[in-house]
Each structure stands twice: as C-alpha cells, then as structure tokens.
C-alpha cells in the first residue's frame, strides 16, 4: 500500500458517491493508498477511516519518511482551534496558511520573539506562535504502531500514565469547543459533528477511537455498565454520542434545531439543561478503562 500526507489545512472524505462527506482530514495527517478513482484517490486513515480524497490534497511519501518523522522528536500538535502559519515571525507578516486544531507540523531550529519555525507537510516554511502547539510525544497515549504492516491499523493496546489526569484532560479538551457550530462530517473548530467532537477530544490526548456514533470491538473504548460512568467515558444513544463530564452532565455535538452547536446538557431531569429525548434513549456507555 503506498502512504501519503494531507497537503491542505483542511479536506474532506468522501463517501463512493463523492457527493456525501465522510470525515474531514488535516495538515501533515498520514494515509493509506487503495485505489484510484476520477480525481480522487481511495484511502484510509491512519486510524482506519476509509473513503475518497482529492487528489490535490495528497502528497505521497514512504513509511520511511513517516516513521522518522515520528521518531524524529521534532513532530508537534496544534493545540488551538486555528493557527495562522506567518512568513516572517511578527503578526504584521503575510500569512501562509491556516491550520486546524490536530494538524502536524515539523518544528525546525529557530524559535525567536514567541514564534517557533516550522515545516508543512506541504514543504513550506513560516512561523507560528509557540504557544499554539505541544510536542505529539507530549501525549499521555500515542497515536499509532510504528511498524508499517499495522501502520494505518487500531492500536491494540493503550499506555497511560494518569488515569486521573488523562481524564481530567479529556474533559479540559471537550469544553474547548463549546459554542461550535454543528456540521455533518466536522472535525474542526469551524464545524463538528458528534463523533468527530468525541474522536478529536481523544485524539488530541494520543488516542485512537472509532470515528462513527457507535462502539467497536477494533477500538479501544469498550461498554461499562451506566452506572460506573465516570469522567472522560463516552454516553452512546442512537446514531449519536457525548463525552460525559461528571454530576449526570455531558458535552456533545448537537444538530438539534435548539443547541446546532456543541453544548452540555444533562441525564438528570431536574436539571435546566435536561434532554429528555436523550435521556430515554440512552443505549450505553463505554470507556478506554473497561476491565
């Protein structure tokens, strides 16, 4: 299977249809090859995720390069919503690019005035501010095996340090997008959907889970009994699932026409913010500590 990267701050997956969006895709995230089709190339993610992108978004590389970037020590996560990428290390400089939050950057030597250097997976090079990124090996998990046969595979195990932390930081990472709009597909903070949202709070800690509104037994997140809930685990209702927050509260990514948006509400009816609808059609919970 030849391997790639997304070239573009932001591209869409397409279903076979190439008229239904999928996923959405960001800088320097890596790809499987399948197949090609009229102006798209069928792929997969390096967390599974299979559909069509456009050929304009893929840079092809080898598992070579893939995994000396990783290994390199030198590869860095966007850690806020959007980070414009500047020419010249100052706010008055052109802008290069916009990437979103969980894009890959290489970061090079020169780090001066806030701004650190960095590379695209498009080959260029600007600055961006140095606190708008964290070191990916800065992850309480990790995001991938290293090996190229399991290179764009689920990972089968997990290695945390904190559970306590790890959950508080899931939590920390749900909150940050309140107030983003709903969109079918989103990933970002300009738009989500439900497992998008839930798929980027993990991510974002070095964890792979399964990008759809449902549990499989490939991931990681496995079903917990409801009463054992605890902070971080996911809350699973029909084609839909939050991230829950403590005291009978959770955070989601709602196309309901009275939040469309990423909001918190609640399983408790004595609550102001109680979703009846979803409080009765609660189907299950699931966690990355299941036993």
């Not at 997990?158 to 920390?172: D, G, Y």
């Not at 996911?234 to 939040?259: C, W």
Request: charged share 25%; glycine share 8%.
């Amino acid at each position: 299977m030849e391997v790639g990267m997304v070239i573009k701050p932001s591209v869409w997956l397409y279903a076979r249809n190439k008229k239904e969006r999928t996923d959405e895709l960001f800088m320097g995230w890596a790809v499987g090859v399948i197949g090609e089709r009229e102006g798209y190339y069928e792929i997969m993610t390096h967390y599974g995720y299979r559909g069509l992108l456009k050929k304009t978004a893929l840079r092809f590389c080898t598992y070579k390069e893939l995994q000396a970037r990783d290994a390199s020590g030198q590869e860095a996560l966007i850690k806020r919503g959007v980070t414009d990428v500047m020419e010249q290390p100052c706010v008055q400089s052109k802008r290069l690019s916009a990437l979103r939050k969980g894009s890959f950057v290489t970061l090079l030597p020169e780090e001066t005035g806030g701004y650190h250097k960095v590379r695209l997976a498009d080959g260029q090079t600007g600055y961006i501010p140095s606190v708008s990124y964290k070191y990916r090996m800065d992850s309480d998990g990790y995001l991938y095996d290293k090996e190229p046969e399991t290179y764009f595979l689920r990972q089968k195990k997990k290695r945390i340090q904190s559970e306590e932390t790890f959950r508080e930081l899931l939590a920390a990472n749900a909150k940050n997008y309140l107030g983003v709009q709903y969109r079918w597909a989103g990933k970002s903070a300009q738009g989500i959907d439900c497992s998008g949202f839930t798929f980027m709070c993990y991510f974002l800690n070095g964890i792979l889970i399964y990008r759809d509104a449902e549990l499989n037994s490939l991931y990681p997140i496995h079903e917990i009994p409801k009463e054992q809930i605890r902070i971080g685990d996911l809350l699973y209702f029909p084609g839909h699932v939050a991230l829950y927050i403590g005291n009978q509260r959770y955070i989601h990514a709602t196309g309901n026409e009275k939040s469309f948006g990423c909001v918190i509400n609640s399983l408790s009816e004595d609550d102001f913010d109680y979703r009846k609808d979803l409080a009765e059609s609660f189907l299950m919970a699931g966690s990355l500590f299941a036993e």
